[in-house]
């Protein structure tokens, strides 16, 4: 789970201290996460998926899938978002 949450939070361009002050942990506790030291709680873990877009089973290992959040977007909008990846599925 360590390598997936620095992975995530690499991809999106934040540093150690602003995801524990998005989450409510001391920085300290998101580069354990990260390490692998120790693991979040539910709660925590919850608000790590939620920001940075994933299931939690993703984080935990159980699903490979990650998902994109749609919601609030419209049809047309989510139409253009399926297109362009299966457009980069079909790349190789």
Same mark, same amino acid.
């Given at each position: 789970? $360590? ?9 999106? $361009?934040?540093?150690?201290?602003? %995801?524990?002050?998005?989450? $409510?942990?001391? %920085? !300290? ?15 925590? +873990?919850?608000? +790590? ?13 159980? !699903?490979?899938?990650? !998902? ?15 297109? +362009? ?6 790349? $190789?």
């Amino acid at each position: 789970m $360590g390598e997936k949450l620095k992975t995530l939070r690499t991809e999106m $361009g934040l540093t150690q201290t602003q %995801v524990a002050n998005r989450v $409510g942990v001391v %920085v !300290s506790a998101v580069s354990a996460y990260e390490s692998g030291m120790r693991y979040p709680s539910y709660k925590v +873990l919850i608000k +790590l998926a939620a920001l940075y877009h994933v299931s939690t089973d993703f984080l935990l290992g159980v !699903s490979n899938t990650r !998902s994109i959040d749609v919601s609030g977007l419209s049809e047309e909008d989510i139409a253009v978002l399926q297109k +362009l990846s299966d457009t980069i599925r079909n790349k $190789g």
